[in-house]
């Protein structure tokens, strides 16, 4: 990181004029451990499973919708496709616990821990064993993208309900209410959100989760897709890869991830603040600045793809601009700071 | 525009949830006329200039960083350089009105109004004459770029000592004191800055700029960079171009653009808000809501080159991403909604 900041000076620029891009820049060098870190080979890690909780009518879309995106995935036609294609990410798709089979696809990894999880209002989401499988798994996925070539990672989910079980498990491991952490989800009414909130406080209510056990509270109000993103996280930080995660879902992952081993949070970059009502606060609760804020709320990994992207043009600068030294232009205010 | 904003609501996503993208892919689809735009052809165009107010010690760097800036563009060593090579946009350097006589380049246009400004505190920094010449000139680079191929195109400026004349149009043209548009550039002190709004104040008051008057405006307080991307702005509307402006000075410029012209504004497209004081209030004054916020102040374009990769994700996702009807996607709340 060192090195990265101080080349950061030597750059043909004002220092610092770079702001956020210089900053991921050196968080870069410092996850991959060089003062000239590189972004050639990226993947996004795209995570599905199904939640027991829909069963409560937490939000507008049925749980058949899981399997239904995955397909369109599969067939190159959802957003996360395009971005990663304009990103130039290769896409993993990993069917955590989606609660039907799916067709079988070259890009579809089957880490099935169960066909969906629990209605976590009347007990445990899963087991705890399954909370590890699926830590496990997204451990494993990773280090097969290691294997790959691997610079950079970022994180996305698909699971209907997924937003209900990310606000439990956030409340749950911060001790604020279901309200406060509660929203909207793909887009309830005052009603609904009402509802939902209620939902989760019965969930926490019933499984009383230990704040000071991530892996249970995983288990009692998580989801599959969300113990193998954190699995991913850990995974990626144990092979100093850093990790671009995307919004909600993705930050309850990051939640269970950080509380299970903090130094995590040094690995991961935070892509966007997303329109979810809760996830600014999240991102604050973990001490983690989002690159963006765009007013998205789609999921998938598509704000964590746009991460990609400006996490590349911090390193792309540090890299490839040219220093005082090899041209002839005036160090100016830089001399003199 | 109605369009685009129907078929975002036919693509496989809940309504609206692509957020900031959306917006403006619907906005590119105005801008070009089509339901279906495309970003295929992109260019960067950077205009550097001079500036007399220098001669009062407005900022830390000397005059000559201008014509060395360019040279460091030529080379490819520059943060505008490393973006644009990122996004896949051509660049197209122009030399509106650097003090010294540039290298002949093939990547250079030599559109030279004079050898740099006049010092605006001892009248006006250029005549009408220039300030017209200026303007021409934009539109000429702009209309060559257009016959070439081009979907979209983004601003940026070179010019030590510009922001002292950016803040000083936007004083002229807005009615806000010196020192509330006035900021720090690229990094003076306390000290510094109490004198550069010192500055600015005594080139109005010696000038007396007529805020009906944009021409006026831009001959007594602006620069030949300036005048030229405001040039840019117009002819781009004119031929359908979306135009993405960088921070300040492109800001600057877009004032001047938008008061010659009040419909330019709907085909700029903010891409970020900088760090330089100021330039929050200029988009706000403008109507302009920026794409990002990543605390650059680079300038060159910089910004803009990273507008332009969000813009481009709107338009992808826009005509890429499958709708409901072409999958067996459930519309879920959509219906609903």
Chains 1, 2 share one sequence.
């Not at 445990?124 to 290691?146: C, D, F, N």
Request: a neutral charge.
């Amino acid at each position: 990181m060192a090195e990265a900041r101080a080349r950061q000076y030597e750059l043909t620029k004002p220092a610092g004029s770079l702001g956020r891009l210089e900053e991921v820049s050196v968080k870069i060098a410092g996850i991959q451990g060089k003062g000239n870190p590189q972004i050639k080979h990226k993947a996004m890690i795209v995570m599905a499973g199904d939640h027991g909780v829909v069963d409560e009518k937490v939000g507008n879309w049925p749980r058949e919708v899981t399997a239904q995106m995955v397909e369109n995935f599969l067939h190159g036609g959802a957003g996360i496709n395009v971005l990663s294609r304009q990103v130039g990410a290769r896409v993993v798709f990993v069917d955590m616990g989606v609660a039907s089979d799916l067709k079988p696809d070259k890009q579809l990894i089957v880490k099935k821990v169960a066909y969906g999880t629990k209605n976590m209002c009347l007990g445990p989401a899963m087991t705890v064993a399954q909370a590890v499988k699926s830590l496990e798994a997204g451990i494993e996925v990773v280090t097969t993208e290691v294997k790959k070539g691997l610079d950079i990672v970022g994180t996305g989910d698909m699971g209907i309900g997924n937003t209900t079980a990310s606000s439990a498990i956030f409340a749950a491991l911060s001790g604020k209410t279901a309200a406060e952490v509660t929203g909207r989800g793909t887009g309830i009414t005052d009603e609904q959100l009402k509802h939902k909130i209620d939902v989760i406080k019965r969930a926490l209510e019933v499984n009383k989760p230990n704040p000071e056990k991530p892996l249970e509270v995983l288990a009692k109000v998580g989801g599959f897709e969300i113990g193998g993103l954190a699995g991913v996280m850990l995974g990626a930080a144990a092979a100093h890869i850093p990790v671009v995660i995307d919004g909600f879902i993705s930050g309850a992952a990051a939640l269970i991830a950080t509380a299970l081993s903090p130094q995590v949070k040094d690995y991961i970059i935070a892509a966007h603040v997303s329109a979810e009502s809760g996830h600014a606060m999240m991102l604050n609760y973990m001490g983690l600045k989002p690159l963006m804020s765009l007013d998205m709320r789609l999921g998938e990994g598509t704000g964590a793809a746009l991460g990609l992207f400006i996490a590349e043009a911090g390193v792309r600068t540090l890299v490839e601009m040219a220093t005082f030294a090899e041209t002839a232009v005036d160090e100016g205010g830089n001399a003199r700071a």
